[in-house]
């Protein structure tokens, strides 16, 4: 009996890679984190040479190549949503279900977009450019959580 | 800019579920392909730049030591480039800068991805965002580009049909490519809009499908490319630029990136007004509201002026600056091939090989990419004169 007849294929073979990680917060997260979690507090960085103001808090101004590190700047927790997304795609592996809402937000006092959620209020209503302000997480854990989402500005 | 280049031969695959079709198999169809497009076999090719996206798509870490051979990389210099969605234009950058550089006389680029092997793309793509500030409720691409649209709409106060309109002439368009991927005949305005809100304001018919695909072409130095083919596509000008994700004063409808791509590309190529100058282009529009974004950001027109440009008809098949005749990544995303396949379109149209796509009498074309948040591009143009 020779080759077998290509009337038949094996098709795919079905595996999953599962690899854990730790990512490391670097000195200015770990200090925005720990001022979210005890003190509900935003903070940011003044780049040394631009002097923009940046949150999350980066150790170097990207547009720049300086360190941010002589200044440590208390920012609000309100600001202008820029843009944003309503989600109502779902696809494996999701951290939260849609559909859901999150957007760019302009924080007072800041130079660049900070990413979160958008809570209290129906998808319609969400416009860009509306004033919002963050709801602090009762239980902070010194992530990104530790703002629940921003809802529209009282 | 280094020794004068020409591509001379442009191999592609299909774009689809390639469910017959193994990985080394989809590469080696592609380089087969190119050698066979100018004549040249395996033996000519010095050199492999190597292209492929993220290795999460497949599950497959250091994908080029599976596959050097099968691009013809046997006892040679493989390099493996990536930069997400830009890969395929950074490989054919690589490539020739190869070539350019006086380094070799013949080198092979190659890029593809099998995406249809992944449960979904999308778990793959939302690894690419910072893991502890924004990976927490994105959406893959889909979600990063909404805000994108989202904001150029609002900005410049654009409605919705813009960006449908955008995808129906892409999927209009598509209908001549034979390497595309969405090809639905009759395919209208009504029927895009139908389609459900996915990730507002981008619907179903705003965003490109999932393919399987690989993209070839061969560089080759000035005195090697007349013994090989009397249709080159000469390189006029090339540029890669990066930035950040959280920059300060980052506008997400403004791609200062490419719009600095784009003028050191046409520094290069000595144009001076795009719009005139340039007979079509091939822009990575993954996303239908990139289209006019993107027009923007490689100068046809002012910040803002995208949409009206659109309006004119000057980018569509009958307009004077036809913009993706392929239907563009819009109608076909690999990924790890999508923006070398926005190079090899711009070089077909120049050499005149084209088919039912060619832009007749297309002597200067660009070529784009697109990758990361927003903020990776890659620019080639080609022409059909030194």
């Known amino acids: 009996m020779g080759v077998n007849k290509m009337t038949e294929i094996i098709k795919s073979v079905k595996r999953t890679n599962y690899v854990p990680y730790r990512w490391v917060y670097g000195r200015d997260l770990s200090r925005f984190f720990l001022e979210t979690k005890n003190n509900q507090k935003l903070y940011g960085v003044r780049c040394t040479k631009c002097q923009k103001v940046l949150v999350p808090p980066a150790e170097v101004c990207g547009v720049c190549f300086a360190p941010t590190y002589k200044e440590w700047i208390p920012v609000s927790d309100h600001g202008v949503l820029n843009t944003y997304t309503v989600v109502n795609l779902s696809f494996p592996g999701q951290p939260t279900n849609p559909p859901y809402a999150y957007g760019l937000v302009h924080l007072d006092g800041t130079d660049n977009l900070f990413s979160h959620m958008i809570g209290e209020v129906e998808f319609d209503k969400i416009k860009p450019n509306m004033r919002v302000q963050a709801v602090w997480n009762p239980d902070p854990k010194g992530d990104l959580f530790d703002i629940k989402y921003f809802k529209p500005e009282e | 800019m280094g020794r004068r280049v020409a591509v001379v031969g442009v191999g592609m695959t299909e774009n689809k579920s390639h469910w017959d079709c193994s990985m080394p198999a989809l590469y080696r169809l592609a380089v087969t392909r190119a050698l066979a497009d100018c004549g040249l076999t395996h033996k000519d090719i010095q050199a492999v730049s190597f292209g492929q996206s993220p290795e999460y798509f497949e599950g497959i870490n250091h994908p080029e030591k599976w596959l050097a051979e099968a691009c013809g990389g046997y006892l040679k210099p493989v390099f493996r480039i990536h930069t997400g ?171 200062i990136e490419l719009r600095k791509a784009a003028e050191i590309a046409y520094k290069q190529a000595g144009i001076k007004d795009p719009l005139k100058e340039l007979d079509v282009v091939e822009l990575y529009n993954a996303f239908s509201w990139q289209e006019l974004v993107w027009y923007e950001g490689i100068g046809l027109c002012d910040w803002g002026e995208g949409g009206k440009l659109f309006d004119k008809g000057i980018t569509a098949m009958t307009g004077s600056l036809p913009s993706n005749p392929s239907g563009g990544t819009l109608c076909a995303n690999s990924i790890g091939a999508a923006a070398m396949f926005r190079k090899a379109e711009a070089a077909l149209q120049v050499m005149g090989k084209a088919g039912a796509r060619q832009v007749q009498g297309a002597k200067l074309s660009l070529g784009h990419g697109w990758g990361g948040a927003i903020q990776f591009h890659t620019i080639m143009v080609f022409g059909s004169e030194k």
């Open chain 2, 85 to 255: 969605g830009t890969v395929g234009g950074s490989a054919a950058i690589g490539g020739y800068y190869l070539v350019a550089s006086g380094m070799f006389d013949v080198v092979l680029a190659v890029s593809g991805n099998k995406l249809n092997e992944t449960a979904s793309a999308q778990i793959g793509l939302g690894t690419v965002y910072d893991p502890i500030i924004g990976r927490q409720f994105n959406t893959g691409a889909p979600s990063a580009v909404a805000l994108q649209s989202l904001r150029y709409m609002s900005k410049y106060g654009y409605n919705e049909d813009y960006g449908i309109r955008a995808a129906v002439q892409n999927r209009q368009n598509a209908m001549n490519n034979p390497y595309a991927q969405l090809k639905i005949p009759g395919y209208n305005f009504e029927m895009a809009k139908s389609t459900p809100m996915l990730c507002y304001p981008l619907r179903l018919a705003d965003m490109c499908p999932t393919s399987d695909a690989a993209c070839a072409m061969i560089f080759v130095a000035e005195d090697r490319v007349r013994k090989i083919t009397d249709r080159p596509a000469w390189v006029r000008g090339t540029a890669a630029t990066a930035a950040g994700v959280y920059y300060a004063d980052r506008d997400w409808a403004v791609p």
